[in-house]
T-cell receptor
Framework: DGGITQSPKYLFRKEGQNVTLSCEQN?????MYWYRQDPGQGLRLIYY???????QKGDIAEGYSVSREKKESFPLTVTSAQKNPTAFYLC???????????????FGAGSRLTVL | KQEVTQIPAALSVPEGENLVLNCSFT??????LQWFRQDPGKGLTSLLL?????REQTSGRLNASLDKSSGRSTLYIAASQPGDSATYLC???????????FGEGTQLTVNP
């Protein structure tokens, strides 16, 4: 079955530690995205990538970093510079971007990060 | 900057009712608009995508309409069932292509 796998599902971090969230897709999608979801708020875009070895900042990129070395993988690192990292993180992918009209997003199940 | 508002924030109805969820957006320059469903603690599932040139899309008991000029979309759910209980989010795609802007969602509870 094709889909997006996020790991870990739950993660606890001490203040000052960097953590990396994994996102893997076997859909052969070109575009991948990271969103953050907080209670009572909509999803906010952190980073996105339209092609391998290229990525752009979203609306709330500060304190986060990404890489796109392989088409199927788009890991997100939450650094110690992120002041309020406790949140639900969602990875998504799409065939292309909105320009092609083919940007129906497929989401992973999410990773919940809690800072202790 | 695109802003998306969803009304109501929460809705509780008895099983079998027809209901309407509303979505409004401030920038009408969009390529398309998507409606998603999110179950508690889970990822999002795409329900319907309406292209900017379309007026509506239907899938089973779901019907979504789009009035781009007025910045509005509605999701109509017919004959609601307890299994429809979830949060429903709308997200227009701006003409930059890659940027979806999400509303905060409508939390729907359908009571047996």
């Amino acid at each position: 079955d094709g889909g997006i796998t996020q790991s870990p599902k739950y993660l606890f971090r001490k203040e000052g530690q960097n953590v990396t969230l994994s996102c893997e897709q076997n859909l052969n999608h070109d575009a991948m995205y990271w969103y953050r979801q907080d209670p009572g708020q909509g999803l906010r875009l952190i980073y996105y990538s339209q092609i391998v070895n290229d990525f752009q900042k979203g609306d709330i990129a500060e304190g986060y970093s990404v890489s796109r070395e392989k088409k199927e993988s788009f890991p997100l690192t939450v650094t110690s510079a992120q002041k309020n990292p406790t949140a639900f993180y969602l990875c998504a992918s799409s065939i292309g971007t909105g320009i092609s009209g083919a940007n129906v997003l497929t989401f992973g199940a999410g990773s919940r990060l809690t800072v202790l | 900057k695109q802003e998306v508002t969803q009304i109501p924030a929460a809705l509780s109805v008895p099983e079998g009712e027809n209901l309407v969820l509303n979505c409004s957006f401030t920038d009408s320059a969009i390529y398309n608009l998507q409606w998603f469903r999110q179950d508690p603690g889970k990822g999002l599932t795409s329900l319907l995508l309406i292209q900017s040139s379309q007026r509506e899309q239907t899938s089973g008991r779901l019907n979504a309409s789009l009035d781009k000029s007025s910045g509005r979309s509605t999701l109509y759910i017919a004959a609601s069932q307890p299994g429809d209980s979830a949060t429903y989010l709308c997200a227009p795609t701006g003409t930059s292509g890659s940027r979806l802007t999400f509303g905060e969602g409508t939390q729907l509870t359908v009571n047996p």
